[in-house]
């Protein structure tokens, strides 16, 4: 039986490749990617020549079985995203599940994650917080915000730059305008950059400044809403 290998890909930077992931990817017989075009430009990078599948959230469900069988069958296999670590906000969790329940042996290597640098990096407390990734853009949102009124965890959220204003104006709605926030984009790329600061603060520099990038949003818990930066 062969194995599957979860592999990161960086989140800008492609210095913060890790000299194991090329390895793996060299050396497995399929790499499943998300964006196969995408994917493509970091294999070529480092000259890597593998077979590629693609696999993303809209055909997980019929390919997984097909990886599996694949898997059974003698074959090694790489799981990667565009970007980051797959299955966080990525597709990933479908194939890891049916290989768990398959005795598959899955290892997913250590790398790049979006969350983790704007977290550490945001001078909110991080020993414990809750990962709450894309909020539901319509049914569900409203509950979901009520629910996280009286968390007391920083909580870490992915936006697009389209819709950062939006969320941002609602979490000062639901928790208060002089809640700390922090707000990072494009991290490990050129134009990296973190605003920090209160809700009303935060959103007053990005109604004059349009946001672009890739967004990372930290959030106070209640319990850190009144301590200043």
Known sequence: MGKLYVVPTPVGNLEDMT????????????IL??????SGVLLKHFEIKKPM????????????????DRIKGGENVALISD????????????VVRECVRSEIAVECLPGATAFVPALVSSGIPDERFCFEG????????????????E?????????????????LTQFAEFFGAE???????????????????????????????????????VLAGI??????F
């Open 33 to 38: 990617a998300e964006d196969t075009r995408t």
């Open 83 to 94: 970007a980051g670590t797959p299955g966080i906000s990525d597709p990933g969790f479908l």
């Open 179 to 217: 809640r700390r926030v922090s707000v990072s984009r494009e991290i490990s790329k050129i134009h990296e950059e973190t605003v920090r600061g209160t809700l009303a603060e935060v959103i007053a520099h990005f109604t004059a400044v349009e946001p672009r990038g890739e967004i990372v949003i």
């Open 53 to 68: 599948l693609a696999h993303h959230k809209f055909n997980e469900h019929k390919t997984v079985k097909s990886v599996v």
């Open 134 to 149: 894309f909020l539901p853009q319509k049914k569900g949102r409203q509950t979901r915000l009520k629910a996280l009124q």
């Open 151 to 167: 968390e007391r965890r920083t909580m870490v959220f992915y936006e697009s730059p389209y819709r950062l204003l939006k969320t």
């Open 19 to 30: 000299f194991r992931a090329v390895k793996v990817l060299k050396e497995v017989d399929l």
């Open 223 to 228: 319990d850190e809403s009144s301590n200043p």
